[in-house]
């Protein structure tokens, strides 16, 4: 069955460090991915996603994510971490043939001053 | 655009009330869901529609009914509200093709006593 696991349910970095944010999944068929972005008391919005076009996909506010088939990742990513970044993050999964996402449990980003 | 619309944004029921959320969404998407979060456990698939007239079951589908009698609306309903079901629901919609990411409501809290 098809699942998505988060690493860290919270994660904290210093402003200007490097973000990485840990999403594995398992599919037995090729899974498209996607992170979102939820900013308090508001709906999750799209942050980049993967599609089975190029591996690194780069999204919105500086982020990007690297599909590794090998490792059945897809870890979010940003250089340096800005205050505006502290959120709760969640990877997703669908396949073709489905019409179900399937949501990790998400990350809680807190940027430290 | 509006994009995914949600009301009410907030309700206190009681145990055993019933009422209903209303999802609209103006972008003429074939697919909608309803999702509820809780903490540490993502989101969960309550139900959804892959079109106009039809409702499928989800994960978590117990104590909920859907309907969909026109393509931008998708309605949620609680018949016998229990406290198990304090939540923050949202609702989302995606494009016909299946890559295609979700555009998430806001959310509507709902809290039974």
């Known amino acids: 069955a098809q699942s998505v696991t988060q690493l860290g349910s919270h994660v904290s970095v210093s402003e200007g460090a490097l973000v990485l944010l840990r999403c594995n999944y398992s599919?037995?068929?090729?899974?498209?991915l996607f992170w979102y972005v939820q900013y308090p008391n508001q709906g999750l919005q799209l942050l980049l996603k993967?599609?089975?076009?190029?591996?690194l996909v780069k999204g919105i506010n500086g982020f990007e994510a690297e599909f590794k088939k090998s490792e059945t990742s897809f870890h979010l990513t940003k250089p340096s971490a800005h205050m505006s970044d502290a959120a709760e993050y969640f990877c997703a999964a669908t396949t073709s043939g489905t019409y179900k996402y399937i949501f990790g449990t998400g990350t809680r980003l807190k940027v430290l001053a | 655009n509006a994009g995914v619309t949600q009301t009410p944004k907030f309700r206190v029921l009681k145990t055993g009330q019933s009422m209903t959320l209303l999802c609209a969404q103006d972008?003429?998407?074939?697919?909608m869901y309803w999702y509820r979060q809780d903490p540490g456990m993502g989101l969960r698939l309550i139900h959804y529609?892959?079109?106009?007239?039809?409702?499928a079951k989800g994960e978590v589908p117990d104590g909920y009914n859907v309907s969909r009698l026109k393509k931008q609306n998708f309605l949620l309903g609680l018949e016998s509200a229990a406290p198990s079901q304090t939540s923050v629901y949202f609702c989302?919609?995606?494009?016909?093709?299946?890559?295609?990411?979700?555009?998430f409501g806001e959310g509507s809290r709902l809290t039974v006593l």
């Open positions: 599919s037995s068929v090729p899974p498209y």
């Open positions: 529609s892959v079109g106009e007239g039809t409702t």
């Open positions: 972008m003429n998407h074939e697919y």
């Open positions: 993967y599609t089975s076009a190029a591996t």
């Open positions: 989302a919609s995606s494009y016909l093709e299946r890559t295609g990411e979700l555009f």
